[in-house]
Structures are given as C-alpha cells and as structure tokens.
C-alpha cells in the first residue's frame, strides 16, 4: 500500500540530542536516594530512641527488682518477728533457758530468711539459736533498747557489715511480754546476701552499673557491666553528690541529674518503702550505645551502597527502555516527515529485556495502555493516509493522461484549422474539396466533444475523491481531537492516582502511631507480669498458680510485642512499593506530557493534509472551469462548420465569409490550447502533491 525506507535512508546519522531516559532515570536515582537518605536516617534515630528506652528501662527493672527483694526480705523478717513474739515458749510461764531454746529451735530452725535469732531477757542474759563467739549483754544493743522504746512495732537497726562474712545484716526485733509479766526481746540476724543475688543476672545496658546503698551511704552492693567497677563493697559514698540528691530527693523513686560520675549525667533511684533499709540506684554512661549504633551506621551504609547500585541499574534499564519506546515513534515520525508512510513496528525493537518491555507498552493494541492505544490509532491514521495517497496519485495520473489527449486533439485542431485556411487561400481552384474538408472537420469536432465529455467525466470523479479525501481527513482530525481528550482525562486520572497514594501515605502514619500504643500497652503487660511473678514468688506454694498465669501473661506481651514489629516491617515494605509507585507514576506524567506534544504535532500535520485537500478540491474546479470553456468552444466550432457547409453552396460569394470563420475557429483554438495548458499545470501540481506521501 505504501513504500517503505531502505537501509541507506533509514540509517541517517544520529544527531547528539539529550535523551528523555537519562532524566528519567536522573530523576529515579535523586528520589531514591532521597527515600535512603530518610529511611536509614529514621531508623538512626528511632533505633537510638529504643536503645535508650531498652536502658532506660532497664534501669528502673534493676532498681525495682533489687528494692522488690529487700521489701520481700524485711516483710518476712517482719512478719516472722511477730508471730514469734505471741509464740506460747514465750508468753506462757517464766523465762526459762531451757524453754526459749526449745521455743527457738522448733520455730526458727531451717530457715534461709535469717542466719541467727537472738532473745535477749530484762536480766540480762542472751539466748542464741547459733552459737555466739562472745559473751554479749543484750540490753546494751541496739535492737534491744529500740526494741524495748516501742514495744507495738518491729524495730529495724541499720545495716551493718561483718568482715567475717563480708555480708551487710540487720536486725529486726519485737518486744515480747509474758504471763509471769516478764518482758523480753525477739531478734532476728537478716543478711543481705540475697540482694546481691538478685542483683548478679541484672544489666543495665551494656555498660551501666546497678547499685544497692544504706541510709547512712555505705554501699551494700553492686553490678556493673563494664570490665571496670565504679563502685566497691563497704565504700562509703555519703559525700558524692549522688547519696545527697537520692537523700534529698521527695519522691520514693524517679529520674535525677547528677555530677560526678564520669560520664554519667542521670541516675533513676528507688528508695523502696517506709521502712526499706536501703536504697537502690542505676545509671548507663552516655557512650552506652556508641558501639550498637556504630553497628547500625555500618549496616545502613552497606545496604545504602547496595540499595544505590540496584537503583542505577534499574535507572539503566528504564533510561534504555524509554529510549527504545520514543525510538520508535520518533522513527515512525521522521519517516513521515520525509514523505515515508511507514506504520509503528516493535518487531523492530529487538530482542532484548528493555525491547520486550519497549513493546508490551508501544504494541499497537487496544484496551491496554495510551501508549498501546496511540500506537494503533497512529497505524491507523497511516492507513487512511495511505489509501488517500494511492486514490490521488490515480486521479492525477488520468488527468495528465487526459491532458496530453487533450493537446494531441489541440494539435489535430491545429492542423484543421490550417488546412481551413489552406483551403479559403485556395478555394477558387478546390472547391469541389470543401464538402469533403467540412466533413473531416465535423469528425474532427465529434472527437473533440467525445474527449471532452470525457475530460468532465474524469474531473467528476476527481471531485468525488478529493470531496471523500476532505471528508475523511476531517474525520481523522476528529478522532486526533478525541486522543488528545481521552489522554488529558488520563492525566487527570493520574493526578488523582497521586493524590489518593499520599492518602495512603497519610493512612499508614496513622497505623504506625497505633502500633506504638501497641508496644506501649505489651511493655506495660510484660511489666505487670513481672511484678505480678514477684509477688506470686513472695507468696509461696500459694501463689504458684498466679506465677504460672504471670507468666504466660508475659509470654503473650512478648508474642504481641513480635507480632507488631513484624506488622510494623510490612507497614514500611508497603510504604516503600507506595514510594516506588508514586515515583512510577510521577515518571508516567512526564512522559504523558511528551506524548501531549507529540499529539499536537500530529493534529497540525493533519491540518497541513487537510488544507493541501483544499487546495485540491480548488484545482478541480478550475479544472471544471475549463472544460466548460472547452465546451463553448466546442460548440462555436461546430457552428462554424455548419456555416462553412452551408457556405459551400455559395462558395464563390462566401469567400470573405469563411476566412472570417476562419479567423475565428483560429481565436477559439488560442482559448483552447490556454485552457489546456492550465489543465497541464494543475495536473503537474497534482502529481507533485502526490510525490510528498510515497
């Protein structure tokens, strides 16, 4: 139907020219390195913000543990204390040595709260469950006169340290009054060994440290998770700034800002109960977390670098892709530019993964993408073009047939007519000629009116063509318009496209705030559960039970706690496709934009066709003109041949007649051969508008 370019055409030397691909991908790797950028950067900061949180509270479970395990340890004793002091051994009867011994052995013996028991009489004397290594008066001691002062309440003396145990005690003690009006004294020797264990499994972020002190500021024990102590047992620290601040402090626990301490610009302090013996205390240096988060700067960095290369690879295959894409409509384009009627084929592309990609978005197919849908509606268009093309080249090949019929009947005309004047020049000596002479040229003027007829055939039918040529052209004018309208309602769509994505951006925020009261209420169950496992501990085989459903209370907190961080690792996949989505959609935009441009091109080279039709249409009714010119002539010369033959009768007197006849045929043929040549020209004309479309 049409030519198509050969390879020495279609292989023209490419011009240096910016590709569309490399800002597109130009555009991929600055928005993904933005996206790098602000991801790793929140996940620095969020990670540092849950490390903090992880020693922060891992400084209040330190602190709350070991003040938890005093409390659980003097409730005991206390509790102890005052159910020995109603014990009948010693209300019922006199003090006998003998019966508070018995008394002491059988309620007190075996039992890991205390490691000896004392009761001390008004006389004097001492009674130990174990063996002391000295003769002891018990009302010089303070566990007896505090004691004796307040015989309604436990006494507490404060802790003391015993170098031969390297333990710190108290001694708890309750008044005792029997039947015989005696009064006495309960005591019980409480060790502190049991904090300390306590404390041994405890860390406070990598390096903090969790410490145990006495009222007065001694330090009844410590741990801490560097390799280097701060603090050692027995150190008395009552003039650190540390001591004075706990002690001045109203609150029974929270956060201080100390100085002091290398280091270290806050502590978290619990000072227990009324009547806790010793307070508790942690802190973690500010360089806690350098190595943790010099980990995490090394891992961003690495998969930031490999994130980097996958994105200029794919920004590679896009940019060769795209390029590939607008290869071919521009291609297509510049072969029609160049006069070449050539339709767009992706079996030209290659056989490459960008050319397989290039074709699924460029083959000419409907219901799929506008690409897919200009590719076939620009086939089309060359179509209709083409056939356009072929019905004007045979139009303008009949009217240049018919007009060199036309100049070979002008020429035979010509040639009637000399021999017209021939015959008036000789018209005395060959009149018997004439008859036969006005006979030839009736045949003559019978040719000439068949041609004609002939010639307003033809330019009927060329009417007919160039009025379907305007009508198609106007058509494919309204179907260009059509494309442009449905790619702007497109573009729309795009753009609402964007903005409900970023609604889905906003959405996502919105679960990430809910997942943090999440891990906030599964932080708070795991404490809860802990609490709750210290008291069923404290509570014996009683509370075995309610430790059993403390703890799986805290197994589901930790399962909860799992589950959100894995929910929050699909929220941010999702953000990131929603990221990458966006960025596709934002590439699309562009390259609708450009496909605007190229639309618009194509609507101006259909209305440069359409005026050229015009044009057309103007020739063939110049064309009409003329042959209605062709016809008048016509019939002047066939009424001068009917004068010639009625002159041939009168021939001798006709003469001057004739050769004014003769004249005349001879200004009609002069019309005829201007006629003919503008039949020539506009024919010519025809033909070189068919030459543009090959």
Same mark, same amino acid.
């Given at each position: ?14 011009? /240096? ?17 933005? #996206? ?12 540092? /913000? ?48 003998n019966k508070i011994l018995d008394t002491m052995k059988t309620s007190f013996s075996g039992d890991d709260v205390y490691s000896n028991v004392y009761f001390g009489t008004q006389s004097g004397k001492l009674y130990a469950l174990n063996s002391l290594s000295e003769k002891i008066d018990p009302r010089t001691q303070d566990w007896y006169r ?5 015989? #309604? ?16 005690? #108290? ?8 039947? &015989? ?17 306590? +404390?041994?499994?405890?860390?406070? &972020? ?17 741990? #801490? ?66 190595? =943790? ?146 006979? /030839? ?9 068949? +041609? ?121 996949? +999702? ?16 390259? &609708? ?23 057309? +249409? ?6 009409? /003109? ?29 003469? =001057? ?38």
């Amino acid at each position: 139907m049409f030519k198509k370019k050969g390879k020495v055409e279609s292989s023209k030397k490419k011009e /240096h020219r910016k590709s569309l691909g490399r800002f597109v991908g130009l555009f991929m790797i600055i928005a993904a390195l933005l #996206s790098i950028v602000v991801m790793f950067s929140s996940s620095y900061i969020q990670t540092k /913000h849950l490390l903090n949180e992880r020693n922060r509270l891992s400084k209040e479970t330190a602190a709350q543990v070991m003040e938890k395990t005093l409390s659980d340890i003097a409730s005991d004793a206390e509790a102890k204390v005052n159910a020995g002091t109603s014990l009948s051994g010693f209300t019922q009867g006199k003090f006998t040595g003998n019966k508070i011994l018995d008394t002491m052995k059988t309620s007190f013996s075996g039992d890991d709260v205390y490691s000896n028991v004392y009761f001390g009489t008004q006389s004097g004397k001492l009674y130990a469950l174990n063996s002391l290594s000295e003769k002891i008066d018990p009302r010089t001691q303070d566990w007896y006169r505090g004691a004796m002062s307040d015989t #309604s309440n436990v006494y507490w003396t404060k802790p003391e340290y015993d170098e031969s145990t390297g333990q710190y005690y #108290s001694i708890v003690s309750g008044a005792v009054e029997n039947s &015989g009006n005696q009064r006495g004294v309960l005591a019980l020797r409480v060790e502190y060994d049991e904090v300390e264990a306590a +404390i041994g499994p405890l860390n406070v &972020g990598k390096k903090g440290t969790i410490a145990m002190i006495s009222k007065q500021g001694a330090v009844m024990g410590t741990k #801490s998770c560097d390799t280097k102590e701060m603090y050692k047992k027995g150190q008395d620290i009552s003039s650190s700034d540390v001591y004075k601040k706990i002690k001045a402090a109203k609150g029974t626990k929270g956060t201080l800002k100390v100085s002091g301490i290398k280091g270290v610009s806050e502590i978290y302090y619990n000072k227990g109960g009324a009547n806790s013996q010793a307070w508790a205390f942690a802190f973690v240096p500010q360089n806690d977390l350098s190595a =943790e988060l010099g980990k995490l700067a090394t891992t961003s960095l690495i998969v930031s670098i490999v994130m980097v290369v996958l994105v200029v690879l794919a920004s590679m295959f896009v940019i060769e892709a795209v390029k590939i894409m607008l290869g071919g409509f521009t291609e297509a384009f510049n072969s029609g530019k160049d006069g070449y009627l050539e339709r767009i084929n992706t079996d030209d592309f290659g056989n490459g993964l960008q050319a397989r990609v290039a074709k699924m978005a460029v083959e000419p197919r409907k219901d799929r993408s506008e690409l897919n849908e200009m590719s076939l509606a620009y086939n089309e268009m060359i179509d209709a073009i083409s056939a356009l093309t072929e019905s004007v080249k045979s139009s303008a090949v009949k009217t240049a047939k018919n007009a060199e019929k036309l100049r070979e009947t002008s020429e035979q005309t010509a040639s009637a007519v000399d021999e017209v004047s021939q015959t008036i020049t000789d018209v005395a000596s060959v009149t018997e000629n004439q008859a036969r002479e006005t006979v /030839h040229g009736d045949e003559q003027m019978k040719e000439l009116s068949r +041609i004609a007829n002939e010639l307003a055939k033809d330019v009927d039918v060329l009417d007919n063509v160039s009025t379907q040529t305007a009508s198609l052209n106007q058509q494919n004018m309204a179907t260009m318009t059509e494309v442009s309208t449905n790619w702007d309602s497109s573009q729309e769509q795009t753009e609402r496209l964007v903005n409900e994505m970023q609604n889905l951006s906003d959405s996502i925020q919105n679960i990430t705030q809910v997942i943090g009261v999440i891990n906030e209420v599964s932080r708070q169950i795991n404490l809860l559960a802990l609490n709750a496992s210290i008291e069923a501990e404290s509570a014996g085989d009683s509370g075995k039970g309610f430790a059993v459903v403390a703890q799986e209370i805290r197994k589901l907190a930790v399962r909860s706690k799992e589950s959100t961080n894995q929910i929050v690792g699909i929220i941010e996949e +999702i953000k990131q496709k929603s990221d990458r989505l966006s960025d596709e959609v934002e590439i699309s935009k562009e390259v &609708g934009k450009r496909q605007t441009q190229l639309i618009d091109s194509a609507i101006k080279s259909t209305e440069a066709v359409y005026k050229n039709t015009e044009q057309l +249409i103007s020739t063939s009714e110049r064309i009409k /003109h003329s042959n209605d010119s062709l016809n008048e002539i016509e019939t002047k010369v066939s009424e001068s041949l009917d004068k010639i033959s009625a002159s041939s009768e009168e021939n001798a007197a006709g003469t =001057e007649q004739v050769s004014a006849n003769a004249e005349e045929v001879s200004a009609s043929m002069s019309e005829l051969a201007v006629a003919i040549s503008e039949l020539s020209d506009t024919a010519d004309e025809l033909a070189k508008h068919s030459k543009l479309f090959k």
